[in-house]
């Protein structure tokens, strides 16, 4: 069964940094398209990051510059590290997992971790 | 980056009803690269379809989508109470990905 588990989020100070962990149980990570996407308070989705099979990455422009996707193919877990926060930033963060068929959806979704940025 | 607009934004309807959300896009999604999630209050997303009309694994068949270039729909047959909650789009075929700003469904 996949299962993707969130943590490292919490309270941190505009200009301040995080990681966000994501443990992957059920599949091997890097045998998959892997995203961040983030929901702030009463809002829609934002995809923020993915990384590729391959290990390409892509970000958003509104975190392009700040926010660093990787993975750990030996604990089978992908992080988020979120460096010079903003209060615009602050949001439930979810990684999801591509599905099997064509394309870069999310077939798979954790349980998500909330970020606050605020002084 | 191709904007995805849902409406309507609030469908309030009675159970046994059909529901029926609307994702517009931009530009066109040339490959029906086109998912749709639903999320329940306090809930991560939940993939309902994906290449805009294949159901995912798990999910009633009252739910079904279709469409194509820059219309798609989402239908619920019959709503069901359990069925309260935001829909959203995303469409995958154009980077960046984007999605929709959601549909929220109440139940009379």
């Known amino acids: 069964e996949v299962q993707l588990l969130e943590s490292g989020g919490g309270l941190v100070q505009p200009g301040g940094s995080l990681r966000l962990s994501c443990a992957a149980s059920?599949?091997?990570?890097?045998?998959?398209?892997m995203s961040w996407v983030r929901q702030a308070p009463g809002k829609g989705l934002e995809w923020a990051s993915i990384?590729?099979?391959?290990?390409?990455?892509y970000y958003a422009d509104s975190v392009k510059g700040r926010f660093t996707i990787s993975r750990d193919n030996s604990k089978n877990t992908l992080y988020l590290q979120m460096n010079s926060l903003r209060s615009e930033d602050t949001a439930v963060y979810y990684c999801?997992?591509?599905?099997?068929?064509?394309?870069?959806?999310?077939?798979?979704w954790g349980q998500g971790t909330v970020v606050t940025v605020s002084s | 980056e191709i904007v995805l607009t849902q409406s309507p934004g609030t469908l309030s309807l009675s159970p046994g009803e059909r529901a029926t959300l609307s994702c517009r896009a931009s530009?066109?999604?040339?490959?029906?690269?086109l998912a749709w999630y639903q999320q329940k209050p306090g809930q991560a997303p939940r993939l309902l379809i994906y290449?805009?009309?294949s159901r995912a694994t798990g999910i009633p068949d009252r739910f079904s989508g279709s469409g194509s270039g820059t219309d798609f729909t989402l239908t619920i047959s019959r709503l069901e109470p359990e069925d309260l909650a935001v829909y959203y789009c995303?469409?995958?075929?154009?980077?960046?990905?984007?999605f929709g700003q959601g549909t929220k469904v109440e139940i009379k």
């Open positions: 999801a997992r591509r599905g099997d068929s064509s394309g870069w959806y999310y077939a798979y």
């Open positions: 059920g599949f091997t990570v890097n045998n998959y398209v």
């Open positions: 990384i590729s099979a391959g290990g390409d990455t």
């Open positions: 530009q066109s999604v040339s490959r029906s690269y």
């Open positions: 290449g805009a009309s």
């Open positions: 995303q469409q995958y075929d154009n980077s960046p990905q984007t």
